[in-house]
Structures are given as C-alpha cells and as structure tokens.
C-alpha cells in the first residue's frame, strides 16, 4: 500500500524504504556503507528560513525558482534536498499533472514542508515524501523521472559522495529529461574580489553548518564537471551574488 504524503514512518529507514512506493521502486533495500557523520538539518530547520533571508534576502529563492515553470508539463518529478517545501509549494500549481518523490534526510525539514503545502488540494496524493539520507540508497530507479530538482543539495557533500550521488540521480532520469541545479560556487573568472567574497562566504556557511548540522565537507565538489560526466548536458544557466550561486537547466543526453 502507498503512503500518503503526510505520514513520516518511526521505523528505521532501511525498512521504510523496503515498505514504501519508493522501495518498490528501487526493487528493494540496498544500503550503502553507513556514514560515521549523521549529517542532519533538524537542528537548524525551524530557523532556516529566517537566517536565509538574513544572510542573502531572497537571492536563494531566487535562484531555486528562476527555471521551475520549464518543469510545467513534467508528469513525474523527484526532488533531493527539498527542505522546508517552497519548491514543491511552488511546483504543484506550476506542474499540475506532475506527480513529486520528495527525498530529504531532515525529519524537521519534511514536517515544514508537509505543513506548507496543506492547504494545496490534492497534494496528499501527489507528492510522496521520503524520510532518507541519500547517500545510503543503492538501487535507484532507471530512468523513472522526467526532472530532478537538486537546491543546493550537491554542495553539501564530499566530492567522492557528490560524484556518486551524480552518477546515480543521472540514471533515474528519462532521455531528454531536465535537471535543474542551484548551487553554490567560486568564479573562476572576472576581479579578485569575487572569488574573495565567495571564499569568504563558503567558509563562513560550512563552518556554520558543520557545527550545526553535521556537515563532513569543507569544500565545493565539482558539481558542474560531475554533472557533465553523468551525461547532463547544460541548456541554460544564470549567476547571482556575484557569482557565489548559480541555478542551471540541464538535459541528460544519452
């Protein structure tokens, strides 16, 4: 039986994946090697929001919905890392045939969400949320997805955990199926003080979120270069802040 979206299961995640749509999906419970660092936003979910708006006004938000309406005609969407649900609030107007698989590894975070998108009718059937921490799952679905939305998602792990999560995400996505990406970046081009003010900041926010939310990364993956790799392709991209983000539209091309 599938879940409704506004049930979170108490069980431990291996046997929630097993029992869960996902889990069929996935043909069944394969774990990766389990991460010595439980990373975990729960900490800092509730206040997230509000030290976003306080570091960057609504740049973030910016570019987490700058390219969603060309998910308009989509009809199966998974979202890694959603967090406190402003995309798939979004999404569910602007994608009104398009069924969600929200997987994110903050119960606090799926709480916000679930609470956000209440009022939406029809959005307990739609979207299914997935209490899991992504770098644990080793069965993925085959090109299951017409879109994958990553938000500052890739940039929360170490290089060897992001080219692994690329490789895997890539696959789940159709021929021709879009992947839009907002992350972080340093620019490798144009005045000093662009790459100054987006070092500065990277420190500032993994120091931060290493000591609140766990993070074992220091340092920027290659997002870009892994994505190219995995066969996915860039169609459209703009910067903001000075180049310190970035959100993209990109295609797997096989």
Known sequence: KQKTAYEISTRDWSSDVCS?????????CGIARAHSVPMSFDTVARAYRWIEYAAFGTALEGCRFRHLDRLKHAQQ?????EGDGRCVERLLSIAPQASFTVIDSSAEMIALAKQRIV??????????????DARRLTHWPSGEYDAVITQFFLDCFTEQD???????????????????????????????????????????????????AKLDTRALPPVDRLLEEAGIRLLERKES?????ASSVRIRRT
Do not use: C, N
């Not at 869960?20 to 043909?27: K, N």
């Open 77 to 81: 969407i998974l979202i890694l890392g």
């Open 20 to 28: 869960s749509d996902l889990g069929s999906r996935l043909g069944g």
């Open 241 to 245: 802040r000075f180049g310190l983000m």
């Open 162 to 212: 992001a080219w692994a999560l690329g490789d895997r995400i890539a696959k789940t996505l159709r021929p021709d199926g879009l992947w839009l990406v907002s992350e972080f970046y340093v620019p490798t081009s144009g005045s000093w003080w662009r790459r100054a003010h987006s070092q500065l900041w990277l420190w500032s926010m993994y120091t931060f979120f290493g000591l609140t």
């Open 119 to 132: 009022h939406v009718p029809g959005s307990s059937e739609r979207v299914l949320f997935q209490h899991l």
